[in-house]
């Protein structure tokens, strides 16, 4: 049982990045997608937990990008989500 925990690949990911990668999207991708938002910062989103800070059409964007609706989202998008 030990053994075959050991053996799997987890990883702690945030829940942006879970919707970003679901969607097909590179990190350059979304950011043009998203309009006005450096790789990087997305990069700081998902690597620490940061909380996104967008506009209201920025938010459009990455919604519509991702495939989600605004209303689906959590409220917490930074909120770590354990991935196998």
Same mark, same amino acid.
């Given at each position: 049982?030990?053994?075959?925990?050991?053996?799997?690949?987890?990883?702690? $990911? $945030?829940?942006?990045?879970?919707?970003?990668e679901k969607a097909g999207l590179t990190?350059?991708?979304?950011?043009?997608?998203?309009?006005?938002?450096a790789v990087s910062t997305l990069a700081r989103w998902e690597n620490n937990g940061v909380e996104p800070s967008m506009t209201r059409q920025q938010w459009h964007n990455f919604c519509r990008a991702v495939g989600v609706n605004f209303e689906d989202l959590p409220m917490v998008l930074s909120e770590k989500v354990l991935v196998a």
């Open positions: 049982m030990i053994e075959e925990e050991n053996n799997q690949e987890v990883r702690r $990911t $945030t829940l942006s990045r879970q919707l970003r990190r350059e991708q979304l950011a043009a997608i998203i309009g006005d938002i």
